[in-house]
């Protein structure tokens, strides 16, 4: 199967989430003041903007790196990844809304499924790159077992279960421990580049 160079799509996809940021901070009202107590009503829909910031930076690095080991898109991986940047941009919507409402019910179970669907579609999007480019493929043993992809939905349910149940705070810090898990430094995908290029190099002297 010839596949398709992905420049436009590291492209296209860097250019989308660099746009959800700049939506995000420009829902932050400048308050009316000069005293600092004119922030602290704030505090809800800053919170909300550092964690969508935190997840919408987890995704561009993850996305990145899977780039680094993907020499080829299909057709059917360009919709993925639209996919993908579909979910990412509600972001700026659900992460207003939270905020505003200072992390009330409804709009905290709406903001951890919008990160649901995140996660689902970034997880059906490695599927298609694996799928198109073997088991074999540098993806395919980078990703591994996967117990963070694989963990990361569980603890979405657990918080969308809990802002249901009219425990939102609880949900949220669900969501928090998913972006720490992502937060710490994953060399899955450097490694293996690491190691295919000692054996590139190592034949190459042979």
């Given at each position: 199967?010839?596949l398709?160079?992905?420049n436009r799509l590291?492209?296209?996809?860097?250019g989308v989430l660099?746009?959800?940021i700049?939506?995000m901070v420009l829902?932050?009202k400048?308050?009316?003041?000069?005293?600092?107590?004119?922030l602290?009503?704030?505090w809800?829909?800053?919170?909300s903007?550092?964690?969508?910031?935190?997840?919408v930076?987890?995704?561009?690095?993850?996305h990145?790196h899977?780039m680094q080991?993907?020499?080829?898109?299909?057709?059917?991986?360009?919709?993925s990844?639209?996919?993908l940047?579909?979910?990412?941009?509600?972001?700026?919507f659900?992460?207003?809304?939270?905020?505003?409402n200072?992390?009330?019910?409804?709009?905290?179970?709406?903001?951890?499924?919008?990160l649901?669907?995140?996660?689902?579609?970034?997880?059906?999007?490695?599927?298609m790159?694996?799928?198109?480019q073997?088991?074999d493929?540098?993806?395919?043993r980078?990703i591994?077992?996967?117990?963070?992809?694989?963990?990361?939905?569980?603890?979405?349910?657990?918080?969308?279960?809990?802002?249901?149940l009219?425990?939102?705070?609880?949900?949220?810090l669900?969501?928090?421990?998913?972006a720490?898990?992502?937060?710490?430094?994953?060399?899955?995908m450097?490694?293996?580049?690491?190691?295919?290029?000692?054996k590139?190099?190592l034949?190459?002297?042979?």
């Amino acid at each position: 199967m010839s596949l398709m160079e992905k420049n436009r799509l590291e492209a296209f996809s860097d250019g989308v989430l660099a746009i959800i940021i700049t939506i995000m901070v420009l829902e932050l009202k400048v308050p009316h003041g000069e005293d600092i107590t004119v922030l602290l009503p704030l505090w809800p829909t800053m919170l909300s903007y550092v964690l969508s910031f935190v997840y919408v930076g987890i995704y561009w690095n993850n996305h990145h790196h899977m780039m680094q080991v993907t020499h080829g898109v299909s057709g059917a991986v360009l919709w993925s990844n639209l996919n993908l940047l579909f979910w990412l941009s509600l972001l700026p919507f659900t992460t207003g809304w939270m905020g505003e409402n200072h992390f009330m019910r409804w709009p905290t179970v709406v903001y951890g499924m919008n990160l649901l669907f995140c996660a689902a579609a970034y997880f059906f999007l490695q599927a298609m790159l694996i799928r198109l480019q073997g088991p074999d493929s540098l993806l395919a043993r980078a990703i591994g077992r996967d117990w963070k992809g694989k963990s990361s939905p569980v603890l979405y349910v657990l918080g969308i279960v809990a802002a249901w149940l009219d425990a939102p705070r609880l949900g949220l810090l669900f969501f928090v421990l998913v972006a720490l898990l992502w937060l710490v430094p994953d060399r899955r995908m450097e490694r293996v580049l690491s190691e295919n290029n000692a054996k590139r190099h190592l034949s190459g002297l042979g």
